[in-house]
C-alpha cells in the first residue's frame, strides 16, 4: 500500500492455507529464506506458490539457490521453471481436498473436472515423494478422509476435521 489518502484501507488478510500452516506449527517464508542462507535447510518444497510474488527477488533467489527445490504447482512460473522437479499440480477444480480458509475454517472441495495424466492433487504427489524417500509405505493416504485421519491424529487441532467435512464417498 502507498501512503496517502488511501493508506487506511491497506491490511494483510491471509491467503488460504497461511493460517492452517500457522496452526500446524509451520514458519512463514522469512523463516525459510534464514533458514536455507544460513545452511540450516539444503530441500526447499514449493507447494502451489510462487515465490517470486511473496517475496523480494533477493530472498526468492535465496530459496532457488537451496541444494534441491521441488515445486508442485498448475502454474508454470519462475521457481517451476528453475526447480530440480517440478510436479504438476491439479488446480481446485481437478482434485478433491480441504484447505483452511482465511477465516481459519477448514473448507473441502470436490473434484469436477478429470485432469490429463500426470497431472494430480498435491497431497497424492506429497504421498508419492514420502514414499519415494523411505519416509512411508507406497500409498499411504489412498484417499484423503485417510489423510485428513493422519493430520487429525498428528495434530490435535485439526481433530474435528473429520467431523465438519463430508467423507470423500
Known amino acids: 500500500c502507498k501512503a496517502g489518502r488511501d493508506a487506511r484501507l491497506c491490511f494483510t488478510v491471509p491467503e488460504c492455507n497461511s493460517l492452517g500452516t500457522a496452526l500446524l506449527g509451520g514458519a512463514g517464508l522469512d523463516e525459510a529464506v534464514t533458514r536455507v542462507r544460513s545452511g540450516a535447510a539444503d530441500t526447499?518444497?514449493?507447494?502451489?506458490?510462487?515465490?517470486f510474488r511473496r517475496l523480494?527477488?533477493?530472498?526468492?533467489?535465496?530459496?532457488?539457490?537451496?541444494?534441491?527445490?521441488?515445486?508442485?504447482?498448475?502454474?508454470?512460473?519462475?521457481?517451476?521453471?528453475?526447480?530440480?522437479?517440478?510436479?504438476?499440480?491439479?488446480?481446485?477444480?481437478?482434485?478433491?481436498?480441504?484447505?483452511?480458509?482465511?477465516e481459519g475454517r477448514a473448507q473441502r472441495f470436490f473434484q469436477v473436472f478429470v485432469p490429463p495424466d500426470p497431472i494430480q492433487a498435491s497431497w497424492r504427489?506429497?504421498?508419492?515423494?514420502?514414499?519415494?524417500?523411505?519416509?512411508?509405505?507406497?500409498?499411504?493416504?489412498?484417499?484423503l478422509d485417510a489423510l485428513l485421519a493422519a493430520i487429525a491424529a498428528e495434530y490435535p487441532v485439526f481433530a474435528e476435521i473429520q467431523a465438519v467435512a463430508p467423507p470423500a464417498g
Open 44 to 51: 526447499v518444497i514449493i507447494l502451489e506458490n510462487d515465490v
Open 56 to 102: 523480494d527477488p533477493a530472498a526468492s533467489e535465496s530459496l532457488l539457490g537451496a541444494r534441491h527445490v521441488i515445486v508442485l504447482d498448475h502454474l508454470l512460473h519462475v521457481a517451476a521453471r528453475r526447480a530440480e522437479v517440478a510436479l504438476p499440480a491439479a488446480a481446485f477444480p481437478e482434485a478433491t481436498g480441504t484447505l483452511v480458509n482465511s
Open 125 to 143: 504427489w506429497l504421498g508419492e515423494l514420502m514414499a519415494a524417500s523411505g519416509r512411508s509405505p507406497a500409498n499411504p493416504w489412498p484417499e
